[in-house]
Each structure stands twice: as structure tokens, then as C-alpha cells.
């Protein structure tokens, strides 16, 4: 099993690194019980009677870089609502987490927190999209050049699971789809750099300029490294081959109440049935790693330099 659980019992007994640990072992992290608190039951109930009529995008999610909520078609009151709500859920998970295992906190950066309003199953969107079919996570949060996406879930659904599948890790996935999907060429290496050169140090410099007018401007960056990342995000949910392959593949059910983080570019993952999550997403620096060497960054730079 790919869950590692953390009850209440076992947290409260956990060393400093235990959680980080399990993460960097590219295990799911399980709480039975959502460690945090959670927003009173008038706001819990005005996302979920309120929100799924009024959504203009896949998600609605506060930006803090912006200090906005997107997503949302509403009045200005239900604007501000959500985006308090969003807000103070993220510095929960923010609080937490430093207190967990603040190792892994220290200089990163704390990007969208977004609640689920919709049931994923059966959304009919683009693949890309789509959380219904298994992916890793990669470029839609501006060059991490090698960083890690980290991911907090709690489900709060007054009844209902949130259904996820897995089919393994990046290390394993890499082995079985690289060539197919275009990350590795023939002899096992990967087909590109991972690190910047001139051009791509000289946009992310145009992009670093643009976001000191508008903040949001930075997921506009990218890099070699994530771009190759994405190719094997969008060959996951592109192929049918893959699709119909069941090799390491889990079923995890996530009842009411509970929550789990994961780094979601280590782990691949879909949301099969669910309505009524929160969705935190942070990135965490390379640096701050206890065993950086799991990381796909340096399995790809392992794979490079062995070549």
C-alpha cells in the first residue's frame, strides 16, 4: 500500500522528520482524522449549497499572491466570503505544517488553496483537465526547475468518499512509460537538459519583471525540466495504452473528515468520485530536502549524468 497512516496517536508521538520522511518516500500521508481545524459549519455549508451553481471554472481557488479568489461568478459579497474562507483554511495548513515538520517549510512558497465544489465523476473534461484519469502533477505552477509540488487534501463531504487511484511512483512510472511517452530516449536517457540555458534564464528574467506588476504573471515561466515533466503529465492522460494499463494500480477511498498530502509529482494520482474537498498546493525548495536524491529532479539528473 502506498498510504502511510498518521492517527491521532501516532502524530502526536511522530519525531520532527517522520512526516517529510514518508513524503520523500513518495507515500501518501493519511490522517483518518483532519489534523487542523476546519471553517464552522455556516461556511462549510455556504460552499457546498452555494458555490457549485456559480462556478465559471474547473475550480474555485484563492491566489494569495493576489489576494484573490477566481472561479467564482458572484457578487462581491460571495467573492469576499469565499476568499475568507479559502484564505484562512490555507493559513491552517500553513500553521500545521510549520509546526509539523517545518524543515520542509522554511522559504517556500505557498500557492492556491481551492475547494472542489463539483462531483469529479463524470465531468466530461478536456484530458488535460481531468482529475478523473492518473497523472502526475507538472506545469501549471510556473518553472519549480526541479522544486516539488506539494499537495494538502481534506475531504469535507458531509457523507461521501473521495475515491483516488494510483499507479505508482515517478521512479517506476519513468521506467515503464519514459521512451513511450517522450521523456527518455532509446538508451534510457533523458532527451533534454533539465537545467536552464541563456534563453530560458533570459525569459524567466522578462517573467520576474512582469510579476512585480501583476504577481500571477510567474506561472507563465518555465523550464527544461519542467517541460519534460509535462510531457509525461500529458502522455498519462493523453494514451490509451496507458489508460488500459493496470500495473501498480490502487484504489484508495478518503472518507468525511479525513485528509492527506502528498508530493504530487512524485506520486501519481486521480480524483475518481468525490465532490467537497479542499485543495492546498505549496511548493517546496530542493534545498530543504532530507533525501534529495528521490526526488525526480535527480533521478533524471542521475539518469543524465550516467549517460
Known amino acids: 500500500m502506498i498510504l502511510e497512516v498518521f492517527d491521532q496517536a501516532r502524530l502526536s508521538d511522530a519525531p520532527a522528520e517522520a512526516l517529510g520522511d514518508a513524503l520523500e518516500s513518495h507515500r501518501i500521508v493519511y ?28 475550480n474555485v481557488s484563492y491566489h494569495p499572491e493576489a489576494d484573490h479568489v477566481r472561479g467564482l461568478d458572484a457578487d462581491e459579497a460571495d467573492q469576499v466570503r469565499a476568499r475568507d474562507i479559502l484564505k484562512a483554511h490555507s493559513a491552517e495548513v500553513s500553521a500545521f505544517l510549520d509546526l509539523r515538520m517545518g524543515h520542509l517549510t522554511r522559504g517556500w512558497r505557498v500557492g492556491t488553496c481551492s475547494f472542489r465544489p463539483i462531483q469529479e465523476k463524470g465531468r466530461n473534461l478536456k484530458p488535460h483537465a481531468s482529475n478523473e484519469l492518473v497523472h502526475i502533477d507538472a506545469g501549471a505552477y510556473g518553472a519549480t526547475n526541479g522544486d516539488r509540488i506539494f499537495r494538502f487534501f481534506v475531504n469535507v463531504h458531509p457523507q461521501a468518499d473521495r475515491i483516488w487511484a494510483t499507479k505508482g511512483d515517478f521512479g517506476s512510472l519513468l521506467e515503464r512509460i519514459g521512451r513511450e511517452a517522450g521523456v527518455l530516449d532509446a538508451q534510457g536517457r533523458p532527451r533534454a537538459s533539465i537545467d536552464k540555458g541563456v534563453l530560458d534564464r533570459a525569459f524567466s528574467g522578462v517573467v520576474a519583471g512582469l510579476s512585480r506588476l501583476n504577481p500571477m504573471a510567474r506561472v507563465l515561466d518555465s523550464s527544461p525540466y519542467d517541460r519534460l515533466m509535462r510531457r509525461l503529465h500529458n502522455y498519462m492522460k493523453d494514451s490509451p495504452e496507458f489508460h488500459a494499463d493496470m500495473r501498480g494500480f490502487e484504489e484508495l477511498r478518503f472518507p468525511p473528515g479525513s485528509a492527506w498530502m502528498v508530493f504530487t509529482d512524485g506520486v501519481s494520482h486521480a480524483s475518481l468520485e468525490g465532490q467537497y474537498a479542499f485543495v492546498t498546493t505549496c511548493i517546496v525548495p530542493r534545498a530543504n530536502l532530507r533525501h534529495p536524491e528521490r526526488s525526480p529532479y535527480a533521478v533524471l539528473a542521475a539518469l543524465r549524468g550516467a549517460a
Not at 490522517?31 to 465559471?56: I, N, Y
Request: aromatic share 8%; glycine share 0%; with cysteine.
Open 31 to 58: 490522517f483518518p482524522q483532519c489534523p487542523l481545524p476546519l471553517p464552522d459549519a455556516a461556511s462549510l455549508a455556504f460552499l457546498r449549497d452555494e458555490l457549485p451553481s456559480r462556478l465559471k471554472l474547473k
